[in-house]
């Protein structure tokens, strides 16, 4: 199910006859910059000064958050294309079953998928958290910050493209849209309740879960669980979403996206039982309190065996405890 996307949009149930009817296109230059593409990039804007912001909170710099952005922003944008395309190879076939290359580098007409990204941004954290030997789940347990402002924001470029769209419903928050000039539907507004969905998890690792952290990784994985429950439910309202190929189970075919999450979920349950019940951490184990240790053994002339790090990452990480120790900050984590 298609909707047009130069007629308006309206939600009949709370605002009446209000209608709202937005070019998709901000400028028409070459391709066209889309109003999609702006949105996305505001978004990562808002998560790169998110992350820059937070980053002394897990025992990280700016730099370190500016040096991965580099690397992270371009390959991710590669991998979401990469995943969609993978999945709807189909669309991409000459008429002799071939590729159509043309049409996959065509990135501007659209054909991009978050999981690409996630897939794609956590490679990216893992070789360069190898190369800058920092803690991998340190550096994830900050990105994931990054992401969700990102995916909250930019679910808001789907609302502008009239696509991302639920089944049709009767609730009183019903999204009006027209599948032609004298037909439309009434649908759930699937962009608008990920993008909450995203905002409260994004306000629970800010201001919950990061200040009663228990091990580098804690963020990550709650991460994924709450991503995943929330993206579960979304994909099964969804009437566009990505099929595993022809697969089916019971009859139905598998979406893709709704299938990684109940994984992604289950997994990240099993991960935080395992590190907070079965395997507890001693909150010196966190990368920000071994950093603020060192710092303070070499502010009293002492050796820190909490601190064992290279010369680099001990230079580097300095600059990290700084602020911490200008503003005396308690150790993270759960002390009981």
Same mark, same amino acid.
């Given at each position: ?8 949009? @309206?939600? %009949? *149930?709370?605002? #009446?006859?209000?209608?709202?009817? %937005?070019?998709?296109? $901000? ?5 066209? /910059? ?8 505001? #978004? ?19 730099? !370190? ?7 992270? /922003? %371009? ?9 969609? /395309? ?19 580098? $065509?990135?501007?007409?659209? #054909? ?56 049709? &419903? ?17 649908? !759930? ?29 804690? =963020? ?7 991503? *995943? ?6 994909? #099964?309202?969804? &009437? ?20 990684? @999450? ?5 997994? @990240? /349950?099993?991960?935080?039982?395992? =590190?907070?019940?079965?395997?507890? !951490? ?28 290279? %010369? ?19 150790? !993270? *984590?759960?002390?009981?």
């Amino acid at each position: 199910m298609t909707a047009l996307s130069n007629m308006p949009i @309206s939600f %009949p *149930g709370l605002f #009446g006859d209000w209608e709202f009817n %937005p070019d998709p296109i $901000a400028l028409h230059i070459g391709h066209g /910059v889309y109003w999609y593409g702006i949105i996305l990039a505001l #978004g990562m804007l808002a998560g790169l000064l998110l992350c820059m912001k937070q980053a002394r909170r897990f025992g990280l710099t700016e730099d !370190h958050v500016l040096d991965m952005i580099l690397w992270a /922003v %371009p390959l991710c944008i590669l991998g979401s294309r990469i995943y969609y /395309v993978i999945f709807y190879l189909d669309l991409y076939r000459t008429a002799d079953g071939g590729l159509d290359w043309g049409r996959i580098v $065509a990135i501007w007409d659209g #054909g991009l998928a978050i999981y690409g990204t996630v897939i794609v941004g956590v490679l990216v954290a893992f070789f360069y958290t190898r190369v800058k030997k920092l803690k991998f789940w340190a550096m994830t347990d900050l990105c994931v910050m990054g992401l969700l402002i990102g995916q909250c924001i930019g679910r808001w470029g789907n609302f502008m493209n009239r696509e991302a769209f639920g089944a049709e &419903t009767t609730l009183p928050w019903r999204m009006r849209l027209w599948t032609s000039a004298a037909a439309y539907i009434e649908v !759930h507004p699937t962009f608008f309740y990920e993008s909450l969905w995203n905002l409260i998890g994004l306000l629970l690792l800010v201001f919950v879960i990061t200040k009663g952290r228990r091990f580098d990784g804690e =963020n990550t994985w709650f991460y994924f669980l709450w991503y *995943g429950l929330g993206r579960a439910w979304v994909e #099964g309202l969804r &009437t566009d979403s990505l099929y595993l190929f022809n697969w089916t189970i019971m009859g139905e075919r598998i979406r893709v996206s709704q299938a990684l @999450s109940i994984v992604m979920a289950a997994v @990240s /349950v099993c991960m935080l039982v395992y =590190n907070i019940k079965i395997r507890p !951490h001693d909150p010196a184990e966190l990368l920000v309190n071994q950093v603020a240790a060192k710092r303070a053994a070499e502010a009293s002339g002492e050796d820190s065996p909490a601190a064992e790090t290279s %010369p680099e990452e001990d230079t580097e990480q300095q600059s990290a405890a700084q602020p911490a120790e200008q503003t005396k900050e308690e150790p !993270h *984590g759960d002390t009981n």
